[in-house]
């Protein structure tokens, strides 16, 4: 193409999938502009629609395109949009907030669609932006809708979703709605939602901020990627074969190369696959597919699986054969694995793989999922993700916290450090305080928050956040690590627990080093069990006394009711660690002074349940995990496991042997 910044065809689509909004009277002034993104589907701005649509969310209104249904009116519908509350005219929607989608009453209107891109990050360079405006009839003396076009450049961005436009942009009234195309890939990359303001340019929505309608997402992007999988039914053109030619395509000399076509067809068989059941199995596969290494920071979790080959971009530039194959081949493994039969994109995969070298083809053939994604049927049928807590060698890294009470110190104060088990070694502390004083217990919190942050914002995965460990004195296991709070200031979807987001778990501080035979030997037969039990300790009526806990079979898991750092408890939980085990639940909460409480009924009964629904100890950790995000979501106070925290110390993962041993005095 002798001119990079456009293409006089994937401008003319872009046009017949523009379109305009209005009341369904004759001749009634327009209310913004959107487009056609699937069959029946159209998109644009909340805030067009907000003011006509008050009070009656459900009305009939009119779509209309100079190159749609012979410009003849279209009547549609609100489908969904992101606005929160009852929408005010005068207000201004957040950009988060300002999208809605828009259907056609009469589903079989055929009509152009626009290729919105797969990828979280936006490469740059020039955009043209497409829609309508109202301009004066002096003829007829109204007010009617007329095509407009312009460039702009984007240079910079808000948040997550706001794209801002060089002020040299200028929009008309009556533009929000537009498709943004960015004419080096020949995508639509966003939405416009303002025209210019003082020295701003305008701003656009990126079109990620799709992701945001949830199930209704994965349904029109699958609707969008099957529609553009087929041959051309309208124009007769394809925006794929004229992306091909498109700088932003790369050059495709070899089959080592990932073209547009390849990602037509790619996003066409992955549309046909159920969903996904959680972000996790995307990034992983995805971070997996880029050889191990996670997506670069800022990016949007994906919630599809267009979405994760959206994550193999690096840098603005094409997808590598090697690696959109790879992923593609571990999204047919995850199907497998959940019962599924992916077998359309498994024999594509297997075509494709014809015309790659061959160190790609051993690649791709001898995938094998990550660790963790293992799947299971819930009561009801529906099958979700069981993520295991790490192993040895799995590659998945666990942060670790020693809390190391200062000698003779009343009340207690404590040395801390933290460590990161990359599943090879544990590191050195990457942060610690071992000298002065000491913290007190009220403020190890406040102590550790800047350094947690840190560390967690280093080994995190998107979606996927490394388990925490803490590792404390017995008589100080009634610690609610689970409660801590590691930001002062959360936001209202994004929970400020660290037992809410993240695997939290407590180990016995004085098992340091080599483990003993007798920890060993209980360890791996928890593990093989097929069936975990709990056991009530100490029995009703009876108090604590060894054999209890050394004659449990290695599939049993000791709960108790009442707090494990005194009294009762604790002689009860230093008999459970003198016999092995390396699982226990207990309550942190208190205990009344008598006997058992209805309470504790509840909590022998929920614990044996969590356990019984287990597949294995290595998901005891998320399983409660789960359990406490539940509880703060419903902010259930007499949940039975509100205030419960779980021993899982595993021997095959030692902590590092205590070198501070005796020195000489100087």
């Not at 249904?69 to 009852?86: I, K, V, Y």
């Not at 828009?102 to 740059?124: I, K, S």
């Not at 537009?178 to 303001?197: E, M, N, W, Y």
């Not at 997996?288 to 997506?295: E, L, S, W």
Request: hydrophobic share 40%; glycine share 10%; aromatic share 6%.
């Amino acid at each position: 193409m002798s001119d990079p910044d456009s293409d006089s065809v994937i401008d003319a689509l872009t046009r017949a999938a523009t379109v305009h909004l209005s009341h369904r009277q004759d001749d009634s002034p327009m209310w913004g502009s959107g487009f056609f993104v699937a069959p029946g589907w159209v998109l644009t701005c909340a805030h067009v629609l907000a003011p006509h649509l008050k009070g009656d969310p459900a009305m009939t209104f009119r779509v209309c395109g100079s190159e749609v249904n012979d410009g003849e009116p279209l009547d549609a519908r609100l489908a969904s949009w992101l606005l929160d509350g009852e929408p005010r005219a005068e207000q201004r929607v957040p950009v988060e907030q300002d999208l809605a989608l828009v259907r056609l009453v009469d589903e079989a209107v055929e009509h152009e669609c626009v290729w919105l891109t797969d990828r979280t990050d936006y490469p740059g360079g020039r955009g043209i932006v497409q829609g309508y405006r109202p301009e004066d009839d002096p003829v007829r003396q109204i007010r009617r809708a007329v095509r407009w076009k312009a460039g702009a450049r984007i240079n910079g961005f808000d948040d997550d979703y706001g794209m801002r436009f060089r002020p040299e942009a200028e929009f008309p009234k009556g533009g929000s709605g537009s498709p943004v195309l960015d004419a080096h890939t020949g995508a639509v990359v966003g939405i416009l939602k303002s025209r210019r303001s003082g020295r701003d340019g305008g701003m656009a929505i990126a079109a990620t901020a799709l992701r945001r309608f949830g199930p209704a997402y994965q349904t029109l992007m699958a609707a969008h990627d099957r529609w553009h999988g087929q041959s051309p039914k309208v124009t007769g053109h394809n925006w794929i074969e004229r992306q091909h030619q498109l700088p932003g395509a790369g050059v495709h000399t070899s089959g080592d190369q990932w073209s547009p076509r390849d990602r037509r067809e790619a996003l066409a068989l992955l549309s046909g696959l159920h969903p996904p059941a959680a972000i996790r199995p995307v990034v992983e596969l995805a971070k997996k597919a880029r050889g191990g290494v996670a997506a670069p920071p800022g990016q949007l979790l994906p919630r599809i699986w267009r979405d994760g080959h959206g994550l193999l971009y690096e840098a603005g530039q094409p997808v590598a054969a090697i690696a959109a194959l790879h992923y593609l081949q571990l999204v047919v493994e995850y199907e497998r694995s959940r019962g599924g039969d992916p077998v359309a994109l498994a024999d594509w995969v297997a075509r494709r793989l014809q015309d790659v070298p061959r160190i790609v083809h051993t690649v791709v053939t001898q995938a094998t999922l990550p660790p963790g994604l293992v799947h299971q049927r819930t009561a009801d049928g529906q099958d979700r993700i069981v993520v295991h807590y790490p192993r040895p060698g799995d590659g998945a890294a666990v942060v670790i916290v020693e809390l190391e009470p200062v000698c003779d110190a009343r009340p207690a104060r404590f040395y801390w450090r933290i460590r990161v088990d990359d599943g090879q070694d544990v590191n050195e502390p990457l942060h610690e305080e071992q000298t002065g004083d000491g913290v007190p217990p009220e403020q190890i919190v406040q102590r550790l928050r800047g350094p947690l942050e840190e560390v967690f914002a280093s080994v995190d995965s998107p979606g996927a956040p490394a388990p925490l460990e803490v590792a404390l004195p017995v008589d100080h296991f009634d610690t609610a690590v689970h409660r801590w709070q590691l930001t002062e200031m959360a936001r209202l979807h994004h929970p400020a627990y660290v037992g809410v987001r993240r695997m939290v778990v407590l180990r016995d501080l004085a098992r340091r080093g080599k483990p003993d035979a007798v920890w060993q030997r209980r360890w791996e037969g928890t593990l093989t069990a097929e069936v975990l039990t709990g056991a009530r300790t100490p029995p009703q009526r009876q108090v604590p006394r060894p054999r209890h806990f050394e004659e449990m079979p290695a599939s049993t898991v000791p709960v108790l009711c009442r707090p494990a750092g005194s009294g009762v408890g604790r002689r009860a939980i230093g008999m459970a660690l003198q016999a092995g085990h390396g699982i226990a639940l207990w309550h942190t909460d208190g205990h009344p002074d008598l006997s058992c409480t209805e309470f504790c009924e509840e909590m022998q009964q929920g614990a044996a349940q969590l356990l019984a629904q287990s597949a294995g100890a290595i998901e005891l950790p998320d399983r409660l995990r789960r359990i406490r995000d539940d509880i703060s979501g419903s902010r259930n106070s007499r949940h039975w496991a509100e205030g419960v925290a779980m021993l899982y110390d595993d021997p095959s993962r030692p902590l590092p042997a205590d070198d501070s041993g005796p020195v000489d005095s100087p």
